[in-house]
């Protein structure tokens, strides 16, 4: 069975760092691609980051772009994601998602709450 | 980035349709994309449903029901989610998502209510 465990979620000041990690079991994450999406409370989806299964290309929505990097570790069957600089607007629950060869985000974690507030 | 978009609400009685669409920006053109759906619950994450190119090109998550289909309308530039035969278990709210220029874009949202 498929499964993906996000941690590393909590209550950060604004400025703060955090990072986030997401395990997973049923599956070998190596010979897939990963994605983080979240949620702001009340809101909709939004993609925020995305990885290949080499780690060698990488994405970013424009809101995360040089604040956030994301990362894998193969051997760890995990995927991480570092939130430095953190604001009050990415106070949101983050999922991470697995891409399939034809089906884009295909499972998805619980999700981890970040909260940004001072 | 681009954004989709889809009505905040819809409702219908059990047994009925609902037609829930996608609209993509001028600049996208709906026939050179996958659009996928989305369907999540409160307090849960998003479960996906189903993708839909053409006809021949189409794919049905695991385990949903074939009730969910999709489609597309080309003059409208929209992407289409039709539940037929609606059940009280389908109300929730569903997102649409395409992948462009190296970025995933979803939709606002629709809430489906089962009247």
């Known amino acids: 069975e498929v499964q993906l465990v996000e941690s590393g979620g909590g209550l950060v000041q604004p400025g703060g760092s955090l990072r986030l990690s997401c395990a997973a079991s049923?599956?070998?994450?190596?010979?897939?691609?990963m994605n983080w999406v979240r949620q702001a409370p009340g809101k909709g989806l939004e993609w925020v980051s995305y990885i290949s299964s080499s780690g060698s290309t990488k994405y970013y929505a424009d809101s995360v772009k040089g604040r956030f990097t994301i990362s894998r570790d193969n051997a760890k069957n995990s995927l991480y994601l570092q939130m430095n600089s953190l604001r009050a607007e990415d106070t949101a629950v983050y999922y991470c998602?697995?891409?399939?060869?034809?089906?884009?985000?295909?499972?998805w974690g619980q999700g981890t709450l970040v909260t940004v507030s001072s | 980035q681009p954004v989709l978009t889809q009505p905040p609400s819809s409702s219908a009685s059990p047994g009925e349709s609902a037609r829930l669409t996608c609209t993509l920006p001028s600049d996208i053109n709906v026939g050179s994309c996958n659009i996928y759906w989305y369907q999540q619950k409160p307090g849960s994450p998003p479960r996906y449903l189903l993708y839909?190119?053409?006809?021949?090109?189409?794919?049905?998550g695991s385990g949903v029901p074939s009730r969910f289909s999709g489609s597309k309308d080309a003059s409208a530039n929209t992407g289409i989610l039709l539940i037929s035969g609606l059940q009280s278990e389908d109300e929730a709210d569903y997102y649409c998502m395409i992948w462009t220029r190296n970025v995933w874009v979803f939709g606002g949202g629709t809430k489906v209510t089962v009247l």
């Open positions: 998602a697995r891409d399939s060869t034809v089906v884009l985000l295909d499972y």
């Open positions: 839909y190119y053409s006809d021949s090109d189409k794919g049905q």
């Open positions: 049923g599956f070998t994450v190596s010979s897939y691609e």
